[in-house]
T-cell receptor, first 113, second 118 residues
Framework: NAGVTQTPKFRVLKTGQSMTLLCAQD?????MYWYRQDPGMGLRLIHYSVGEGTTAKGEVPDGYNVSRLKKQNFLLGLESAAPSQTSVYFC????????????FGSGTRLTVV | AQKVTQAQTEISVVEKEDVTLDCVYETRDTTYYLFWYKQPPSGELVFLIRRNSFDEQNEISGRYSWNFQKSTSSFNFTITASQVVDSAVYFCALSELNYGGSQGNLIFGKGTKLSVKP
């Protein structure tokens, strides 16, 4: 019963580098989300997915791309990292429109220098 | 537009005091869900409660209680007899059923940092 697993937990990137954050859930949830958390800003939605093969933009999608090739995995990509993308990234998954409590991963702390 | 406001940025109390965290929301929807999450210093987000807009009954879970009032669009959270382990950032969040353009997306408040001192 791992729930939602995010890898890596920490990463330091140089400006312009690319990377992919992986989110994996083992609860057969349809809905998956990527949020970023910045000091004093709460959590803001980057991208989300309502099922395998689907993705959509959230509140702050610029500079990120996502893919959901398999139901259990939701990948967040940074094509060319910028210092403004320094943040803590959280993945979450949830059941259908019944809006049960979402399960969050433990977060990835990303620093772009 | 949907919005969640947590006006208290930081609260500091002494152990055993009662403390209430305020949450005010705005929504166009008649069907929506409200949540509280706890983020301890370790960083993970812990689900505390979910409430739908048709259920205005207050809820109590141990030392935690929640007061939902649609008339004032508030969903306040009270910790009774606070403990040092309650020290964390607490987030209130809203999810709209019909108008949430991002299906099921949670709109978070900016959080309230609670410090409980021994």
């Amino acid at each position: 019963n791992a729930g939602v697993t995010q890898t890596p937990k920490f990463r330091v990137l140089k400006t312009g580098q690319s990377m992919t954050l992986l989110c994996a859930q083992d609860m057969n949830h349809e809905y998956m989300y990527w949020y970023r958390q910045d000091p004093g800003m709460g959590l803001r939605l980057i991208h989300y997915s309502v099922g395998e093969g689907t993705t959509a933009k959230g509140e702050v999608p610029d500079g990120y791309n996502v893919s959901r090739l398999k139901k259990q995995n939701f990948l967040l990509g940074l094509e060319s990292a910028a210092p403004s993308q320094t943040s803590v990234y959280f993945c979450a998954s949830g059941r259908d429109r019944e809006r049960h409590g979402y399960t969050f991963g433990s977060g990835t702390r990303l620093t772009v220098v | 537009a949907q919005k969640v406001t947590q006006a208290q940025t930081e609260i500091s109390v002494v152990e055993k005091e009662d403390v209430t965290l305020d949450c005010v929301y705005e929504t166009r929807d008649t069907t929506y869900y409200l949540f509280w999450y706890k983020q301890p210093p370790s960083g993970e987000l812990v689900f505390l409660i979910r409430r739908n807009s048709f259920d205005e009954q207050n809820e109590i879970s141990g030392r935690y209680s929640w007061n939902f009032q649609k008339s004032t669009s508030s969903f306040n959270f009270t910790i009774t007899a606070s403990q040092v382990v309650d020290s964390a950032v607490y987030f209130c969040a809203l999810s709209e059923l019909n108008y949430g353009g991002s299906q099921g997306n949670l709109i978070f408040g900016k959080g309230t940092k609670l410090s409980v001192k021994p």
